[in-house]
Nanobody
Framework: QAQLGESGGGLVQAGGSLRLSCAASGVTFSNYVMGWFRQAPGKEREFVAAITARGRNTRYADSVKGRFTISRDNAKNTVYLQINSLKPEDTAVYFC??????????????WGQGTQVTVSS
């Protein structure tokens, strides 16, 4: 059974940094595109970043380009999201997901339960 587990969220001041991690089990991790999504209160879940199965290509939402970096370690079955220059509007629950090369949440098959990121101004 596939399981994804996020960690690394927390409360930070604007301008700060966090590194989110997502560990996978029960799936052949290196076969999957990995993505990060986020959902703020009262808003739809939105795409943040994705990385191809071998880590050769990445893509980002325009709102996070230059501040967020996605990476993966297939030997550890883990994907990361380095978040720098945090803004209050980055406050959300962050989810990792395994699926296909897409910005659409509907093309991701497996999801973690999310980790809360709160940015204070």
């Amino acid at each position: 059974q596939a399981q994804l587990g996020e960690s690394g969220g927390g409360l930070v001041q604007a301008g700060g940094s966090l590194r989110l991690s997502c560990a996978a089990s029960g799936v052949t991790f290196s076969n999957y595109v990995m993505g990060w999504f986020r959902q703020a209160p009262g808003k739809e879940r939105e795409f943040v970043a994705a990385i191809t199965a071998r880590g050769r290509n990445t893509r980002y939402a325009d709102s996070v380009k230059g501040r967020f970096t996605i990476s993966r370690d297939n030997a550890k079955n883990t994907v990361y999201l380095q978040i720098n220059s945090l803004k209050p509007e980055d406050t959300a629950v962050y989810f990792c997901a395994a699926g296909s090369w897409s910005t659409s949440q509907y093309l991701y098959d497996y999801w973690g339960q999310g980790t809360q990121v709160t940015v204070s101004s």
